[in-house]
């Protein structure tokens, strides 16, 4: 994500463009097939720049390393997943997020188990610890 903020005009013109699926003061999310365009027209050869100039962005207001940046992270993407890791959003919750959850969610047999490799993580943590004190 970049430093740069945006302001609301400048919101709302990157919002009129057709190529925004969305944007914020502090990021852009671009279409999804104005990635594969783009990447299909960066692997041509046409510069990053060229590529978003033509797809009416102003590079004064996104910044001029944007577009480098948007293509060299979107060809990444293309490389591993193909078009279809540019179709889908890696964005939304495809990983855990914040503190892990306490076993209140878990079924009777999960938390007996959970308690059990606990029990036997502290056991093997005392014996360690019991050996370190007996060699001082």
Avoid at 38 to 54: N, V
Avoid at 78 to 106: S, V
């Amino acid at each position: 994500m970049s430093k740069k903020i945006f302001t609301q005009e400048q919101i709302d013109e990157l919002r009129q463009n057709p190529n925004v699926a969305n944007c914020s003061e502090r990021s852009i999310l671009y279409h999804k097939d104005f990635k594969v365009l783009a990447i299909e027209k960066y692997r041509q050869g046409m510069p990053p720049s060229w590529i978003f100039k033509e797809a009416g962005f102003n590079l004064a207001v996104i910044g001029r390393s944007a577009p480098k940046w948007c293509l060299q992270r979107w060809q990444k993407t293309f490389n591993k997943k193909g078009e279809a890791g540019l179709l889908t959003d890696g964005r939304k919750g495809d990983y855990p997020r914040g503190r892990p959850k306490g076993i209140k969610h878990l079924s009777d047999k999960e938390k007996i188990k959970y308690l059990e490799t606990e029990i036997a993580y502290l056991k093997a943590e005392n014996d360690f610890l019991a050996k370190l004190r007996k060699k001082s």
